[in-house]
């Protein structure tokens, strides 16, 4: 296959290699059913998340607690200043994303649970002067 990278399948151009990190969520688009297959290492101890203002795609990998979006939403409002307003995800059996979202206190949508190996849309807003939050499963 190619490597296209973009913000948008409209605007992707091919690539240069690059190598995959543990600290970034990829997106792969195929054009047909496809099983994708990427070596590496099996990560033992729990990866801490940094989140941007805005939207952001992440994993959660190493945690011993089992989470769901509300449980997960909840640890990561912990940090004063911080707000995350809700986490998506896609859910392969149904064919569509799934969004729990906690705003002004009220709960729309439903909860899930969170799932190590998939990747997690989680918006951020902040009201401290730091555009950003690292999670360490506080």
């Known amino acids: 296959g190619k490597i296209y990278m973009g913000d948008s399948i409209n605007s992707m151009e091919k690539s240069s290699d690059f190598n995959i990190t543990y600290d970034k969520a990829y997106a792969i ?19 801490s998340v940094t989140l941007n203002k805005g939207l952001n795609l992440v ?3 190493g945690y011993k607690t089992e989470y ?10 912990k ?8 986490i998506t995800s896609w859910d392969t059996s149904k064919g569509r994303y799934e969004t729990f979202q906690i705003k002004e206190g009220q709960i729309f949508g439903f909860d899930f649970k969170i799932i190590p190996e998939q990747g997690y849309f989680i918006k951020l807003n ?5 555009d950003t939050l690292t999670w360490n499963g506080n």
Do not use: C, K, W, Y
């Open 68 to 77: 769901t979006a509300q449980s997960l939403v909840d640890s990561m409002n």
């Open 29 to 47: 688009i195929t054009n047909r059913n496809s099983r994708v297959s990427i070596p590496g290492s099996e990560l033992l101890d729990p990866v």
């Open 126 to 130: 902040t009201t401290n002067d730091e």
């Open 79 to 86: 940090v004063e200043g911080v707000s995350v307003e809700s």
């Open 59 to 61: 994993a959660v990998h």
